[in-house]
């Protein structure tokens, strides 16, 4: 079955950085566009980056614009995100997403903080 476990989530101060990983089981990965979302207490899940199959093309919300960018391995059917000059509002729960699967992971969990 379609599986995303997600990774590399933990507590960071201002300024800092961290990288998540997603790993997916269960369909063509090399296929599908990836997607990160995030979801903030009492907040709407919002999308943060997007990935086309290929890697080649790369889309971001204004507010992670310049500070986060999302990669992929086929080969390890993996797909990242890399979090710089983190901010108190990038505290979320972190999920990645294939799309054309209505499938969520359990998220990881990044708590900024000083």
């Known amino acids: 079955q379609v599986q995303l476990v997600e990774s590399g989530g933990g507590l960071v101060q201002p300024g800092g950085s961290l990288r998540l990983s997603c790993a997916a089981s269960?369909?063509?990965?090399?296929?599908?566009?990836m997607r990160w979302y995030r979801q903030a207490p009492a907040k709407e899940r919002e999308l943060v980056a997007s990935?086309?199959?290929?890697?080649?093309?790369?889309n971001y919300a204004d507010s992670v614009k310049g500070r986060f960018t999302i990669s992929r391995d086929n080969s390890k059917n993996t797909v990242y995100l890399q979090m710089n000059s983190l901010k108190l509002d990038d505290t979320a729960v972190y999920y990645c997403?294939?799309?054309?699967?209505?499938?969520w992971g359990q998220g990881t969990q990044v708590t900024v903080s000083s």
């Open positions: 269960g369909f063509t990965f090399s296929s599908k566009t």
């Open positions: 997403k294939a799309d054309g699967w209505p499938i």
């Open positions: 990935i086309s199959v290929s890697g080649g093309s790369a």
